[in-house]
């Protein structure tokens, strides 16, 4: 037990808390503090770029509807997803998560920097307001992707659009290093790397993935910029540049940052089912380590976007095998997940709920993500409805959904009071059963060839469309019931007490809200978190949470 | 922060120490990688293009950069024997050291004033080609780095004199030094794609 005996440098180095208003709430260097922000802007963030998703589906309930000009639905769609990827399921999943249970999972009283987590938060409304401002002077029409040459024939909002993109990017790259620092120096004495919580293992390789790939694609909005303002010729074909180098850079970010927004949903995953089946979780290293193969393959398999983009063949075939490949570390944690619920005591409480919910949609999603990977098919469903589909049953199916759990699991730590369970399950319902009438007819009309991008389409598609827009509105409409869930929680929500659900991670060892330093005493940690059914391996934690029992 | 530093007992600082030295680290590789952003479109735009340099781009002159790489490396061997000087509380020496490193990346930022005039003279801009895209957005990152590298320099040296760096405590110093053999380093790659391979 060598490990054990690491020497309490820290433990007794406590900052002074803050005591104006500003340093509380405003700019405070307190993680806790800092994730709720983060939890406020990035959904304020999703409830504007879901209205444009609302817009955009008023405008296709017809075929040739005149709800939104044409320009105006390309600035809608372009928006909507540069927002929901970069102002909503990133920040939400590393920014609000990651700061809010990183350094309680790992028994730490902040991060490593605190003053840098305060300062990308704070790039992070600038970025937004520059995103959505950028309607004032002409939003981006190019999609989320902005490829040139179109996105340099746009007018100045693509400029912010990459301000924008670049602020967050800044921002993530410094909340990546800070997490990677503070998960490799500040575990707690014995929580050896496989003792770790596996969200921590989650968010470990997410940070990974976040400093590097996104200083990539910082360079490449500089020169977009560059070269929209100053007109350097780096992508305009006609002075010699090339697009495609504009596609490889883009998404050798851009696939890592799908890790980036799944990795963290498959940490919160991790951490619901044991605790809801009441069973050691199934695989504890095949699922941390799967992480890691994960995040390595991630930047292996960028150019499977490129298909339709002229791609030598001997450059296609292994791309395409790798896509395929990195299917398998993900099939792991799935199987891992299913054999842990296996024979479990389930409690089927919301999180839990979320989770299988999340479970079904999401192995979906990853079953159409086989069919694109394969080049043959991906050039026939590439410019069609079957890519969205897809692509919302992996973000959508997969991290809103992993996010919804997160939150009804860590609620009760974040703001001391339960969630109505009624409400939940109603929202659950509604939302599970919207989304997938919502997305699900989209794999077959994008199947029989409706194309993806274009405000108007052939009258066949039309019922569909319909009732792909009525169901889209009743899954706007469900967010709502969270909404007054959480806001009902303040005030008449029941009191939750420091583990609710009886879980054995070190969060649940201290009062909800966790007190200023977290932790009286750094906790000296014995053995991994989820062996159900034995003691608490934790020394140094006050005996009342040791012997706290679940109350669902 | 300063005079919270100083209320640091050595446990804390030598954990306060290693966690800085890691997340510089981690910046290092993430500043490393927008160069190789910027190298893999350089080196794609290149192979790409049927001719190169594109016609009518008068290159960049190897001599004169040469000349200019030397400077840089120099100022390098200049760092780490400041550095050398420190740790052994030879602090003359180190001022001396730290003076001539600040000299040489001064004068490498010099030489690089004069060559952009030469190329702007000879009508290659950073906007008449790929070349001159890819050349003067490569150079300029890195002289900017380099420019910041003396401006970082310029203040750890002050604060060495103000006697903020004791000989068991000076992570300034260190990071200071690691940001300077970086830029050296990476410079490395850009003359030899740059102006080596022609």
Known sequence: ???????????????????????????????????????ITTGLFFVLAGLLAELMRAQLAGPNNHVLSVTMYNQAYSVHGSAMVWLVIIPVLTGAFGNLIMPLQIG?????????????????????????????????????????????????????????????????????????????????????????????????????????????????????????????????????????VWQHVFWFYSHPAVYIMVLPAFGIISEIIPTFARRPIFGYKAIAYSSTAIGLMSFMVWAHHMFTSGLAQWVQLPFMILTMAIAVPTGVKIFSWVATLWAGKIRLASPLLFVLGFLSTFTFGGITGIFLASVPADIHEHATYFVVAHLHYVLFGGSIFGIFAGLYYWWPKMTGRMLDERLAKLHFWTMFVSFNATFLPMHWIGLFGMPRRVATYDPVYGGTNLFISISAFVLGASMLIFAYNALRSAKHGELAGPNPWGARTLEWMIPSPPPYYNFDRIPIVLAAPYDYGQPLPYRDVAPEYLAAVPRF | MASHAVTLNDAQYEEQRDHRLLGFLFFLISDCIIFSS?????????????????????????????????????????????????????????????????????????????????????????????????????????????????????VVLNQTLSGTYTKTRYFGLTAASLYWHFVDVIWVALFSILYVWR
């Open chain 1, 1 to 39: 037990m060598a490990v054990v005996e690491v020497s309490h440098a820290t433990s007794e180095h406590i900052h002074p808390p803050p005591e104006t208003f500003v340093q509380k709430y405003v700019f405070s260097f307190d993680h806790k503090v800092i994730a709720v922000q983060y939890f």
């Open chain 1, 108 to 244: 730490a009283r902040d991060v490593a920097f605190p003053w840098l987590n305060m300062f990308s938060f704070w790039l992070f409304p600038p970025a937004g307001i520059l995103l959505f401002g950028s309607f004032l002077l002409g939003a981006p029409e190019a999609g989320w992707t902005e490829y040139p040459p179109i996105s340099l024939q746009e007018p100045a909002g693509t400029s912010m659009w990459c301000a924008a993109i670049f602020l967050v990017g800044v921002s993530s790259t410094i909340t990546g290093l800070n997490f990677l620092v503070t998960i490799i120096k500040m575990r707690a004495p014995g929580m050896t790397w496989t003792r770790m919580p596996l969200f921590v293992w989650a968010t470990a390789v997410t940070a990974f993935l976040s400093f590097i790939a996104t200083a990539n694609l910082s360079a490449a909005l500089l020169a977009l910029f560059i070269e929209r303002t100053f007109n350097v010729p780096y992508y305009d074909p006609s002075r010699g540049g090339s697009p495609v």
């Open chain 2, 38 to 154: 910027f190298i893999f479109t350089y080196l794609y735009l290149r192979s790409a293009a049927p001719v190169w340099p594109p016609p009518g781009v008068t290159p960049a002159d190897l001599y004169m950069a040469g000349v200019n790489s030397i400077v840089l490396f120099g100022s390098g061997a200049t760092m780490h024997f400041a550095m050398e000087s420190f740790k052994h509380d030879k602090h003359l020496r180190f001022y001396w050291w730290m003076m001539a490193t600040i000299l040489l990346g001064s004068m490498f930022l010099g030489g690089q004033a004069i060559e952009y005039t030469n190329l702007i003279h000879e009508n290659t801009l950073w906007t008449t080609s790929i070349y001159g895209s890819s050349f003067f957005s490569l150079t300029g990152l890195h002289g900017f780095h380099v420019f910041i590298g003396v401006c970082f320099l310029v």
